[in-house]
């Protein structure tokens, strides 16, 4: 029992990070309808800028929210600059942009940082806590924390601002949003700014579990892509529900399942995929949108 | 929001094409020369174009899927991978002879393609990249846990063959023929497919999918077909890359694969089958050349230069060169 208990408590705490960063996808696809591919390398990225930053001497909190403030930045000039001229291009002509845009950040961050692996600072305390018999980590717990921490701010941003009631407003209905004076160009790049620095924030949660090293995100994508599946593409809260639901499935069936075991565990992330999409195409918590033709 | 519209690269079916005795002369001037290229490249060159035709096949069958259905997959690799591992098995463990082992990859990936498009039908867009991206992903992992059949990590070593005895070819000459063989048949089928009545049918359910329905074709199938059909065609290709590589690992067919075939496709132009041909010269020198250009960050330049592909060329180098040979002709007569 308490064994079992540890694979939820850990299924939990790597949910959390999952969660984080399929909230930063599910940002992209509700400002701007597109799932970014570039995503985890823009938070990989980010991540290193801020252990430049810890490097040079600057304190943790104070890297991590410059951190924050370039992220934003940087999405809002990458969605200005590189995708505003494709505004009116297909759904395929966006993926491969953005997938251009994975292949320069990796490549760009093997270049200026290296690829040797580097241990990334936890703000949190060290040294293991034990309740009820469960052995948890102050970071998981902590990580935990910013990641609700996170939701709760988005969630009081969308619902009671009124720029975010522009942002919703330019991504579902952005002919009426230009009609009442809405910016609609805008309205998608901060969405792209928001997206960028919510994965920054997972970035810098995700790297002192993993070890900070330009292709770090790439097993984290695929369960951010099913937890954001799972908990539907267009709902934030779903998509952190669905990174812990994602966590505990891949925690219980690597341990329970002997088949799976540790060497399958991508696979369990394309069956929950799949399975999703064949039973629930809009995932647990999402909208069924309607086609706009 | 307007539905955004792409300018396909669709060459008008029967249309009276005044200059097609000059397309003829040059697609016939292009296989002399293609016949020629053993005799005057290295070994090794002449691996890589064996390489380019293999990589167009699987663009080709890409293209049917991407271009001419509206489907997008980010995880042909997939079926690559099945298609070499298929030819792997077939000639180390059971000693079937070669030959026999493209029709059976063939047929193999089209089953699975098929019954991978089944749930994959409901998905539009966006959702069908993540779905077949999340295959590609998980390609090298499945690969290595069937080691008893893959041989894990380490892959397998597949032997080169040798060319029937009257022909005194040496192997890399064979198997540059062989390929080049099969990309014409393939490319000669998909040809005649697209033009039918069953071409017409994946293009109108592309364009329009609830009138394609009204006119009676049967969307489901038709859209699991094609999937089928272009993994197929993908996985001869992967078979035939094995062949010429000598090698099979779990790693040569990682997510990097699919995405890489999927930019050549695009760069190539959607819905073209000469943009095939010109995607994988895209897919098996620009990762090269872009390492000439920058030592430090070749994968940068790739990006960077698939990004400059969207920008000037929306409808691929196929597109473009239609483009171009309109303005000549345009300017000759």
Same mark, same amino acid.
């Given at each position: 029992?308490?064994?079992?208990?540890?694979?939820?408590?850990?299924?939990?705490?790597?949910?959390?990070?999952?969660?984080?960063?399929?909230?930063?996808?599910?940002?992209?696809?509700?400002?701007?309808?597109?799932?970014?591919?570039?995503?985890?390398?823009?938070?990989?990225?980010?991540?290193?800028?801020?252990?430049?930053?810890?490097?040079?001497?600057?304190?943790?909190?104070?890297?991590?929210?410059?951190?924050?403030?370039?992220?934003?930045?940087?999405?809002?000039?990458?969605?200005?600059?590189?995708?505003?001229?494709?505004?009116?291009?297909?759904?395929?002509?966006?993926?491969?942009?953005?997938?251009?845009?994975?292949?320069?950040?990796?490549?760009?961050?093997?270049?200026?940082?290296?690829?040797?692996?580097?241990?990334?600072?936890?703000?949190?305390?060290?040294?293991?806590?034990?309740?009820?018999?469960?052995?948890?980590?102050?970071?998981?717990?902590?990580? &935990?924390? *910013?990641? =609700? +921490?996170? @939701?709760? $701010?988005?969630?009081? /941003?969308?619902?009671?601002?009124?720029? #975010?009631?522009?942002?919703?407003?330019?991504?579902?209905?952005?002919?009426?949003?230009?009609?009442?004076?809405?910016?609609?160009?805008?309205?998608?790049?901060?969405?792209?700014?928001?997206?960028?620095?919510?994965?920054?924030?997972?970035?810098?949660?995700?790297?002192?579990?993993?070890?900070?090293?330009?292709?770090?995100?790439?097993?984290?994508?695929?369960?951010?892509?099913?937890?954001?599946?799972?908990?539907?593409?267009?709902?934030?809260?779903?998509?952190?529900?669905?990174?812990?639901?994602?966590?505990?499935?891949?925690?219980?069936?690597?341990?329970?399942?002997?088949?799976?075991?540790?060497?399958?565990? &991508?696979? *369990?992330? =394309? +069956?929950? @995929?799949? $399975?999703?999409?064949? /039973?629930?195409?809009?995932?647990?918590? #999402?909208?069924?949108?309607?086609?706009?033709? | 929001?307007?539905?955004?519209?792409?300018?396909?690269?669709?060459?008008?079916?029967?249309?009276?094409?005044?200059?097609?005795?000059?397309?003829?002369?040059?697609?016939?001037?292009?296989?002399?020369?293609?016949?020629?290229?053993?005799?005057?490249?290295?070994?090794?060159?002449?691996?890589?174009?064996?390489?380019?035709?293999?990589?167009?096949?699987?663009?080709?069958?890409?293209?049917?899927?991407?271009?001419?259905?509206?489907?997008?997959?980010?995880?042909?690799?997939?079926?690559?991978?099945?298609?070499?591992?298929?030819?792997?098995?077939?000639?180390?463990?059971?000693?079937?002879?070669?030959?026999?082992?493209?029709?059976?990859?063939?047929?193999?990936?089209?089953?699975?393609?098929?019954?991978?498009?089944?749930?994959?039908?409901?998905?539009?867009?966006?959702?069908?990249?993540?779905?077949?991206?999340?295959?590609?992903?998980?390609?090298?992992?499945?690969?290595?846990?069937?080691?008893?059949?893959?041989?894990?990590?380490?892959?397998?070593?597949?032997?080169?063959?040798?060319?029937?005895?009257?022909?005194?070819?040496?192997?890399?000459?064979?198997?540059?023929?062989?390929?080049?063989?099969?990309?014409?048949?393939?490319?000669?089928?998909?040809?005649?497919?697209?033009?039918?009545?069953?071409?017409?049918?994946?293009?109108?359910?592309?364009?329009?999918?609830?009138?394609?329905?009204?006119?009676?074709?049967?969307?489901?199938?038709?859209?699991?077909?094609?999937?089928?059909?272009?993994?197929?065609?993908?996985?001869?290709?992967?078979?035939?890359?094995?062949?010429?590589?000598?090698?099979?690992?779990?790693?040569?067919?990682?997510?990097?694969?699919?995405?890489?075939?999927?930019?050549?496709?695009?760069?190539?132009?959607?819905?073209?089958?000469?943009?095939?041909?010109?995607?994988?010269?895209?897919?098996?020198?620009?990762?090269?050349?872009?390492?000439?250009?920058?030592?430090?960050?070749?994968?940068?330049?790739?990006?960077?230069?698939?990004?400059?592909?969207?920008?000037?060329?929306?409808?691929?180098?196929?597109?473009?060169?239609?483009?171009?040979?309109?303005?000549?002709?345009?300017?000759?007569?």
């Amino acid at each position: 029992m308490e064994g079992f208990l540890q694979q939820i408590v850990s299924g939990l705490a790597a949910g959390g990070i999952y969660g984080a960063f399929a909230l930063a996808l599910v940002m992209t696809y509700l400002a701007t309808s597109t799932v970014n591919f570039a995503q985890g390398e823009m938070a990989m990225f980010a991540t290193f800028v801020a252990w430049g930053l810890i490097q040079s001497g600057v304190p943790y909190w104070l890297a991590f929210f410059a951190t924050l403030v370039l992220s934003f930045l940087g999405g809002v000039a990458i969605e200005r600059v590189i995708l505003r001229p494709l505004e009116s291009a297909p759904v395929l002509s966006i993926t491969i942009v953005t997938i251009g845009l994975l292949a320069i950040f990796n490549s760009m961050a093997g270049w200026l940082f290296g690829y040797t692996i580097r241990t990334f600072p936890s703000p949190f305390p060290q040294s293991p806590l034990k309740l009820a018999g469960v052995v948890v980590s102050p970071h998981s717990l902590g990580s &935990l924390g *910013v990641t =609700l +921490a996170l @939701i709760g $701010l988005l969630y009081v /941003f969308f619902r009671y601002t009124s720029l #975010g009631l522009a942002m919703r407003a330019a991504a579902r209905y952005p002919m009426a949003s230009r009609l009442v004076g809405i910016r609609v160009g805008w309205m998608l790049a901060l969405g792209w700014g928001l997206a960028a620095m919510i994965g920054s924030v997972s970035g810098m949660l995700i790297a002192p579990v993993l070890f900070l090293e330009p292709n770090m995100m790439e097993g984290i994508l695929i369960y951010a892509f099913a937890s954001a599946t799972l908990g539907g593409f267009t709902s934030p809260a779903g998509a952190v529900v669905g990174g812990f639901l994602v966590g505990i499935i891949e925690n219980l069936s690597g341990t329970y399942i002997r088949f799976i075991g540790t060497d399958l565990k &991508l696979t *369990v992330a =394309l +069956a929950i @995929i799949v $399975l999703v999409l064949i /039973f629930k195409p809009s995932g647990l918590f #999402g909208r069924t949108q309607p086609h706009h033709t | 929001m307007s539905a955004p519209r792409i300018e396909w690269v669709v060459p008008a079916a029967g249309a009276t094409d005044r200059h097609a005795i000059w397309k003829k002369a040059g697609a016939i001037g292009l296989l002399a020369l293609a016949c020629a290229l053993p005799w005057v490249s290295s070994d090794y060159s002449l691996f890589q174009y064996s390489q380019v035709y293999s990589y167009a096949i699987a663009l080709l069958g890409l293209n049917i899927l991407t271009g001419y259905n509206g489907q997008i997959s980010l995880g042909h690799g997939a079926f690559y991978a099945v298609g070499g591992y298929t030819t792997a098995i077939l000639i180390e463990r059971w000693g079937i002879g070669y030959g026999w082992t493209l029709p059976v990859s063939g047929v193999l990936c089209f089953a699975t393609g098929f019954l991978f498009g089944l749930p994959a039908l409901r998905l539009a867009g966006t959702y069908l990249a993540l779905a077949t991206f999340a295959l590609a992903l998980s390609v090298p992992q499945i690969l290595k846990h069937f080691d008893r059949w893959t041989g894990g990590t380490q892959g397998m070593t597949v032997p080169k063959p040798d060319s029937p005895p009257i022909l005194h070819l040496n192997p890399d000459q064979w198997l540059y023929f062989l390929t080049l063989a099969v990309l014409l048949g393939l490319m000669i089928i998909a040809w005649n497919l697209l033009r039918g009545r069953i071409g017409r049918a994946i293009i109108a359910i592309r364009d329009h999918p609830v009138a394609a329905e009204a006119m009676g074709v049967h969307n489901a199938l038709y859209k699991s077909l094609c999937f089928g059909l272009s993994a197929s065609y993908t996985g001869i290709a992967g078979s035939l890359a094995a062949l010429s590589v000598g090698f099979v690992s779990p790693d040569s067919f990682s997510a990097l694969l699919s995405i890489t075939l999927l930019a050549g496709v695009v760069v190539g132009g959607l819905a073209s089958i000469s943009g095939a041909i010109l995607g994988a010269i895209f897919v098996q020198f620009m990762p090269n050349a872009a390492l000439q250009i920058s030592k430090a960050a070749p994968w940068a330049i790739y990006g960077a230069s698939l990004i400059l592909c969207m920008y000037v060329m929306p409808g691929g180098a196929a597109g473009l060169l239609q483009h171009l040979w309109q303005r000549l002709s345009r300017l000759l007569s």
